[in-house]
């Protein structure tokens, strides 16, 4: 399988390193030169639009940052659209809307071309140690035709159903973080109200029934949430917005978990 990768930030660019060095024939293609730049020693080649990219491959990763990012890479006259042949696939590995991956979708089956949505979680370290997680949602042979690819980076890769569900699943996820990272936070916090020095309290809860992801995450500090605030707020404000819009779609209450979330933003100071 020829694969095209584009998207090549601190998780794209170890994913798609991952992909070149199992020996998959790969084109990347990227906005910023200084992105292909680790890729000059590689057998990896370059192509000079997305449209380029798509004509040299059956197999297309997108890791880009966002919903208009996705349209703006797979539209227009030198788009993924305008190069894919029938029979190719877009791997959407960014989180967006499902309704990005489904609006995409009618558009590529009109010329014969599938999409799956395959959003990611674990970061760049996963991404280079080969144990990313992978949410995948699409029809099941698609899946299957890709598996070997997303294997040279993922482990495990859970196929969810049907296209979007693999992004409702990352969505649901990062919402339960925001969540946890609130209630993490407010409780060290609490806890060096009443005289339990912070890191110590990290420790037992690490190590009890209470224990997080998000707890390990924020390091024993109570002003971890401030820390995480610059580096990644924003793109939680992002997710917990399209969960939200989501629910409110389907017609069905975000209840605790939401109001947890949003409580974290609210901490953050990036209100939903």
């Known amino acids: 399988m020829r694969v095209g990768f584009i998207g090549l930030g601190s998780q794209g660019g170890p994913m798609a390193r991952r992909i070149v ?21 590689t057998a990896a080649t370059v192509a000079g639009s997305p449209a380029d990219l798509a004509a040299a491959s059956d ?30 696939v877009i791997a959407v590995h960014s989180t967006v809307h499902p309704r990005t991956c489904h609006a995409l979708g009618k558009k590529a089956a009109a010329q014969g071309v599938s999409v799956i949505d395959a959003p990611v979680s674990g970061g760049g370290f996963a991404a280079a140690e080969g144990r990313l997680l992978v949410m ?25 159903g049907d296209l979007g569900s693999g992004q409702t699943t990352k969505l649901l996820n990062n ?5 946890n990272l609130g209630t ?10 009443l005289g339990v020095v912070p890191d110590r309290l990290s420790e ?24 995480l605030a610059g580096l990644a707020g924003a793109l ?17 209450p975000g209840g605790a978990v939401l109001d947890a979330a949003d409580a974290t933003l609210a901490l953050m100071e990036h209100l939903r």
């Not at 990347?28 to 292909?36: F, G, N, Q």
């Not at 939680?236 to 069905?252: E, M, N, P």
């Open 21 to 41: 060095d199992a020996g998959y024939p790969t084109t990347l293609w990227a906005r910023r030169p200084a992105s292909l730049e680790p890729f000059a020693d």
């Open 184 to 193: 993490a936070a407010s409780t060290l916090t609490l806890g060096e109200a």
């Open 204 to 227: 037992v809860i690490a190590r009890g029934s209470a224990n997080s992801f998000a707890l390990n995450t924020l390091g024993g500090d109570t002003g971890g949430l401030d820390r």
């Open 236 to 252: 939680l404000q992002k997710d917990v917005r399209l969960i939200a819009d989501l629910a409110k779609s389907a017609g069905v």
């Open 136 to 160: 995948v949602g699409g029809d099941a042979d698609i899946v299957e035709r890709c598996r070997p690819v997303f294997a040279t980076y993922a482990d495990p890769i859970v196929h969810l």
């Open 59 to 88: 197999l297309v990763c997108l890791c880009v940052l966002g919903d208009d990012d996705v349209e703006e890479v797979a539209g227009g006259d030198t788009g993924l659209l305008a190069g894919l042949q029938p029979g190719s």
């Open 175 to 179: 919402l339960l973080f925001t969540a």
